[in-house]
């Protein structure tokens, strides 16, 4: 029997380790929240997978933590302070086709982007800046497209350099809205190797993703949304059949997907 609306499944932890705690956030840009009476505390230095159908609040569980949604009801802080005090501490990647860019800029200059954080608005960007974008582009494989307008690039690639940007910032929590979908199987290695050395380096990476087939193998930490928090912890405890029912409500693709990846783990 599923308990609704109880969040089956919750870390236990010491509060001093969290990277991002939310208490009882309600988020609504209508009638109907998008997101309700969501707690959830996620440890640092963790790769963790935001999950659930479309529609479910993913996006805008991301927006609360980079504060650019207002609660309802609720709060989220990082590291123990308010999202308004926190904005140098977190990088962002939003999905992919949302940033329209029709002036022109370079990829390495949008790249070297992430470092004005580091300077006042009057100063110039250094050399130290650009090199730091070169490495970061590097990471993310454009090097070879550095001088090319933004604007010429396909989404996938675009959405490539704004990783490349986020990486600039050095920041401590990397938030990153579905940066698999639709991109080949070379781009999500290199896309999944940046996360995993960003982990390493004592990071907290947050990703919003749609696909139940490589939740499993991408991500440590798990957390499923619909509206309300419906679990959050290890994929083998997260995706489970029955709650995956309740969540999706009988979708066969996310079954058959859910399947494949049982099979492969
Ligand atoms: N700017 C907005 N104005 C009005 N409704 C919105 C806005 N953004 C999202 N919503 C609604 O909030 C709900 C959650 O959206 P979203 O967070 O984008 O979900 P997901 O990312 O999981 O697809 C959806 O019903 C969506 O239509
Ligand atoms: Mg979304």
């Known amino acids: 029997m599923i308990a609704k609306n ?19 956030l309600t988020v609504s840009y209508g009638p109907v929240p998008a997101l309700l009476d969501i707690s959830v505390q996620v440890p640092s230095g963790k790769l963790v997978g935001v999950i659930g159908p479309n529609g479910s609040g993913k996006s805008t569980f991301i927006k609360s933590i980079l504060g650019f949604v ?3 009801v609720g709060k ?14 977190v990088a962002y990647v939003p999905q992919r086709g949302t940033v329209d860019w029709d ?9 070297a982007m992430g470092r004005y954080g580091k300077r006042r608005w009057w100063q110039d960007l250094k050399k130290e800046d650009y090199a730091a974008a070169d490495e970061a582009l590097e990471k993310v494989r454009m090097s070879e497209f550095s001088t090319r307008q933004i604007g010429q690039l ?13 990486l600039t910032q050095n920041a401590d929590v990397l938030l990153l809205d579905e940066p698999f979908a639709g991109v080949d199987a070379a781009t999500e290695r290199a896309i999944l190797d940046v ?24 991500f440590d930490l798990l957390l ?13 405890q997260v995706l489970d059949p029955e709650l995956l029912a309740d969540v999706y409500e009988g979708n066969l693709r996310v079954f058959a997907d859910l399947a494949q990846s049982m099979r492969s783990s």
């Not at 989220?76 to 501490?89: C, P």
């Not at 499923?224 to 290890?234: D, E, I, S, W, Y």
């Open 6 to 24: 109880k969040t089956r499944i919750q870390l236990p932890g010491d509060q001093s380790n969290f990277a991002i705690a939310v208490q009882h």
């Open 70 to 72: 207002k609660p309802d």
């Open 76 to 89: 989220v802080e990082l590291f123990g302070e308010d999202t308004s005090h926190t904005k140098d501490r």
């Open 103 to 111: 002036f022109p800029i370079t990829v390495r200059e949008v790249a």
């Open 154 to 166: 396909s989404g996938g690639q675009q959405q490539r350099v704004f990783m490349a940007r986020a």
């Open 195 to 218: 996360l995993h050395e960003t982990k390493e380096n004592g990071k907290t990476v947050v990703v919003v993703h749609h696909d139940l087939a490589t939740a499993a193998e991408f």
């Open 224 to 236: 499923l949304l619909k509206q309300r928090l419906f679990a959050f912890g290890p994929p083998r």
